[in-house]
């Protein structure tokens, strides 16, 4: 994907409400926007237009959304759909981040389009918003080993070993924010996740 570029508009970040699954693997997308906001000195705020939580912050000389879903995961898409559609954003301007099974805890990467691997908020965004091209920022939690033992898995907390090469693949990915939010040098934010992780 050489020279991919991209000018995002909207972030999202995929994960459920509410205490007890603050530190669930389901959650890793919460994690990413949370420290995306905090670089740029915001806080979220509810919206129940938006049926979830936004911030919005100036990137690249663009107004650039970031959206927490507080539907249930398998609902998400309302939310993406809903800011999208008043905000005229197109499916390539939205970038999900989400917890990912097949990759392994500390490994982070960016993805254009394809499946959505089983994992219901990517489903429904694909669904509501009308189409599966929009980028990915694809989270490891690992694998449980079993396709049986996939919920529980993503709706426990990791071990603290996993959970700190977690935070440090969110934090790589937020080291990029130059490249992945402001100049949308997609090709830069690459190399450098793709081969450190």
Not at 12 to 21: E, P, Q, S
Not at 24 to 49: P, Q
Not at 114 to 135: C, E
Not at 173 to 182: F, K, N, P, S, V
């Amino acid at each position: 994907m050489a020279g991919a570029r991209s000018a995002f508009r909207l972030v999202v970040g995929l994960g459920n409400t509410g205490a007890r699954y603050s530190g669930t693997r389901h959650n890793a997308g919460f994690w990413y926007v949370d420290g995306l906001a905090e670089r740029f000195g915001e806080t979220f705020r509810a919206d129940r237009k938006a049926y979830g939580e936004l911030a919005r912050v100036a990137a690249g000389g663009r107004d650039v959304r970031l959206l927490k879903p507080t539907m249930l995961m398998n609902r998400s898409g309302q939310a993406v759909a809903a800011v999208a559609n008043f905000h005229k954003i197109p499916p390539d301007a939205i970038l999900v981040a989400h917890d990912d099974l097949d990759l392994s805890p500390g490994t982070v990467r960016v993805k254009f389009g394809g499946g959505h691997g089983g994992h219901n908020g990517l489903r429904d965004i694909a669904a509501k918003v009308g189409t599966a091209q929009f980028w990915r920022l694809r989270i490891g939690v690992g694998h449980p080993g079993h396709r049986d033992g996939v919920i529980d898995y993503v709706l426990t907390k990791p071990s603290p070993e996993d959970r700190r090469a977690i935070d440090d693949a969110v934090e790589r990915a937020l080291d990029e924010t130059d490249h992945l939010i402001a100049d949308g040098d997609l090709e830069a934010a690459m190399n450098t996740l793709h081969t450190k992780s």
